[in-house]
Each structure stands twice: as structure tokens, then as C-alpha cells.
T-cell receptor, first 115, second 115 residues
Framework: GAVVSQHPSRVICKSGTSVKIECRSL??????MFWYRQFPKQSLMLMAT?????????EQGVEKDKFLINHASLTLSTLTVTSAHPEDSSFYIC???????????FGPGTRLTVT | AQSVTQPDIHITVSEGASLELRCNYS??????LFWYVQSPGQGLQLLLK??????LVQGIKGFEAEFKRSQSSFNLRKPSVHWSDAAEYFC?????????????FGTGTRLQVTL
């Protein structure tokens, strides 16, 4: 149980375009979802926390207008990178938490490359 | 603010040797502590977690960790390393809020296993 999926696993987009990444909890209701970013050979940095039906809470330094997060249902959160630039190229990982657990369940990640 | 320090960036051990990866945390109260493993290009896999109770925690793949409040440490150990254990290991701390809360990750330790 507690499986989280991400789609797509890899995406390449041109500079200036937008790209959407989906994060789904497959077998539980995710009251909270988290979005992390990981640069090559570096640690994970939390970008934002989203609760179902509420606006996301962004970490300091993360541009909310550039990284749009929507958590419209208890099983789906989306991260949209708007007007992507090469420096947005990174590995994006989501995680989901259920109301009954202290634990987060991580998705497999999405590799974004902006050309 | 919560923080995690993993002092060893890179560790090399021989297959069959014992392993200890260090993790020190900073948190104002009793934290939730986690160890994750990540293979290249992959998501995170939870090895073990500490919420409360017994300070020696057993995890998957033969790993264990000990929570030492006096030292603010949560070191990961394995008595005999296998070549397949080569990966990146992350220690993380989360808030003791009763539900899934944002995690702060250490910078990671890359484990190399020699045959």
C-alpha cells in the first residue's frame, strides 16, 4: 500500500514553455502533498507544501508564480513550471501524507530538462 | 529551525564489512527521523524511521539506526554490506506534529562498495 506515482518520469521542453507534472496517490487519500527539487548530486530541497483544497505554502525563495501547485483532490497534485528556463532543469520529487500517518510516501521523481 | 548534518559526503567500504553512516539533527523537540536510500535517477526508498519508543530501530535490508537524544544523532548501521547497497543515503528530520510534515534532508552520503 501507500503508492505514489508521478507522470511523466522524464520530460524535455523548450525554454519559455510550460510543463505540468502530476503526482498521484494510488491507494490512499493524501491530505498533504509535498514537492521537492533535487539538483544533480545534491540533496532534496522542499519547494512547497499543499493541502487538499487550499493554496500551497511555498518555502522561502521559491517563486510561487513560476511553480504553480494545485491540489484539487485527495489523490492528485500538480506542479506546473511556467516559462521554463534551462536553470529549471532538475529532478522533481513529490511525496504524499495521509491523515492517519506521520510518514510521507515518495513518488519516483520526474526529470525535467529545459533546452 | 530544523536541520540535518551528514558529515560524510562519500564513504567506501568493502563488501562484507560493517557500515555506519552518521547523522546529526537539530530540532526543538522530539523529532521524527528517517533514513532514505536513493539509487541513481531513482526516487527515495524508506529504510527506517523513528517516531518514539525504542531508540534502536530496525529497517529493511538489514539496516538499523539508533536515536541518541543526548548526542542529537541518528546513525545508520549495517553489520555486513552487500555490493547492492551502493547508493546515496539521506537522513531527514520532520516535525512532531502528529501528521506528515515537511522534511529537512541532510546533504547525503554516497556509499561505494568495493568487491
Amino acid at each position: 500500500g501507500a503508492v505514489v506515482s508521478q507522470h511523466p518520469s522524464r520530460v524535455i521542453c523548450k525554454s519559455g514553455t510550460s510543463v505540468k507534472i502530476e503526482c498521484r496517490s494510488l491507494d490512499f487519500q493524501a491530505t498533504t502533498m509535498f514537492w521537492y527539487r533535487q539538483f544533480p548530486k545534491q540533496s532534496l530541497m522542499l519547494m512547497a507544501t499543499s493541502n487538499e483544497g487550499s493554496k500551497a505554502t511555498y518555502e522561502q525563495g521559491v517563486e510561487k508564480d513560476k511553480f504553480l501547485i494545485n491540489h484539487a483532490s485527495l489523490t492528485l497534485s500538480t506542479l506546473t513550471v511556467t516559462s521554463a528556463h534551462p536553470e529549471d532543469s532538475s529532478f522533481y520529487i513529490c511525496s504524499a501524507g495521509a491523515h492517519y500517518s506521520y510518514e510521507q510516501y515518495f513518488g519516483p521523481g520526474t526529470r525535467l530538462t529545459v533546452t | 529551525a530544523q536541520s540535518v548534518t551528514q558529515p560524510d559526503i562519500h564513504i567506501t567500504v568493502s563488501e562484507g564489512a560493517s557500515l555506519e553512516l552518521r547523522c546529526n539533527y537539530s530540532y526543538g523537540a522530539t523529532p521524527y527521523l528517517f533514513w532514505y536510500v536513493q539509487s541513481p535517477g531513482q526516487g527515495l526508498q524508506l529504510l527506517l524511521k523513528y517516531f518514539s519508543g525504542d531508540t534502536l530501530v530496525q529497517g529493511i535490508k538489514g539496516f538499523e539506526a539508533e536515536f541518541k537524544r543526548s548526542q542529537s544523532s541518528f546513525n545508520l548501521r549495517k553489520p555486513s554490506v552487500h555490493w547492492s547497497d551502493a547508493a546515496e543515503y539521506f537522513c531527514a528530520v520532520g516535525g512532531n506534529t502528529g501528521t506528515a510534515s515537511k522534511l529537512t534532508f541532510g546533504t547525503g552520503t554516497r556509499l561505494q562498495v568495493t568487491l
